[in-house]
């Protein structure tokens, strides 16, 4: 299981610690990572996924996972995520077309 938010990309960063004497060792700061069920209203289903907690927020800000997919680039998101919005997007487009 990998340590990346299957939504913003957000991963692990590499850093110091430091002590008093200023010794600096190497450490790495991880994602606040959840799984979480989100629910689709286009798809009509809820899908699971791995979101850092500050992409589950920016979910929450634009009104959804749907809305949140449509308005971001692929190149931010992961391949499932990709799919995902392809589908949202299909299914919008044929509920706007009827």
Request: charged share 30%.
């Amino acid at each position: 299981m990998s340590r990346i938010c299957e939504l913003t990309g957000k991963g692990r960063q590499v850093g110091h610690n430091v002590s008093h004497a200023n010794n600096k060792t190497k450490r790495t700061f991880l994602p606040n990572l959840q799984n979480v069920t989100l629910m689709s209203e286009a798809l009509e289903r809820s899908i699971r996924l791995r979101v850092s907690t500050h992409g589950l927020r920016s979910v929450e800000h634009v009104g959804g996972l749907d809305n949140w997919l449509l308005k971001t680039r692929d190149d931010d998101l992961s391949l499932r995520a990709r799919r995902l919005k392809r589908d949202v997007a299909k299914k919008v487009a044929t509920a706007a077309a009827a």
